[in-house]
């Protein structure tokens, strides 16, 4: 569903697909006092009819530690097994020149969620070929424990090693075809 009001615009008209090689989902989360990243290679995303879906697979989280990357596969964390993917699906868009909010349902292991997202959404540009492209920069905080990722481990002096709120970020190119 777009949304307009009289200081707001619509979301550009079409359907617009992802280009994966400009674009990134990734995460952030305080550990141990300082902050830990990570990042899903294999994502998608598509803008049409007014609404944004997208999802990244599991299995393609990338961190600095390939056995860490293993551990956040298992059911500790995402249970790529189980849940081989983590989905978004607008129900709402706001735009008001180049903010844009999106409400709707992220579903992480099995577990979905209202979310708000807050980012911006820039104005179609031409490329050489004809097809034009959009840039939407997104982000949200969530609390893991919500979607069933609990997996924790206290410091030497008690408190939890990792917070249990996450900043996800999305960075999409979204391209239209001439």
């Known amino acids: 569903m777009s949304i307009t009001t ?6 550009p008209a079409g359907t617009w697909t ?21 990042h899903f290679t294999d994502v998608d995303a598509r803008l049409a ?3 944004l879906e997208g999802s990244a697979r599991v299995a ?11 551990h956040l596969q298992s059911p500790d964390f995402f249970d790529a097994e189980r849940h081989p993917e983590l989905r978004f ?14 409400r709707g ?7 979905a969620q209202p979310v708000e997202l807050k980012g911006t959404i820039g104005a179609p540009t031409a490329k050489g070929d004809g097809s034009e492209v959009i840039a939407v920069n997104l982000a949200t ?38």
Request: charged content about 25%; aromatic content about 6%; hydrophobic content about 35%.
């Open 89 to 102: 699906e607008s129900s709402d868009v706001e735009r008001e020149g180049e903010n844009v909010t999106l």
């Open 6 to 11: 009289e200081a707001s615009q619509t979301v």
């Open 141 to 178: 905080v969530v609390d893991r424990t919500d979607f069933g990722v609990n997996w924790n481990m206290p410091l030497p002096d008690g408190r939890p090693a990792l917070a249990n709120e996450v900043e996800l970020n999305a960075g999409l190119f979204l391209t239209r075809k001439a």
């Open 18 to 38: 992802l280009d994966p090689i400009h674009s990134s989902i990734g995460f952030e989360i305080a550990y141990m006092g300082g902050s830990f990243r990570g």
């Open 60 to 70: 393609s989280v990338q961190v600095k530690d390939e056995n860490l990357e293993g």
């Open 49 to 51: 009819d007014g609404r």
């Open 105 to 111: 349902e992220l579903t992480i292991k099995g577990v």
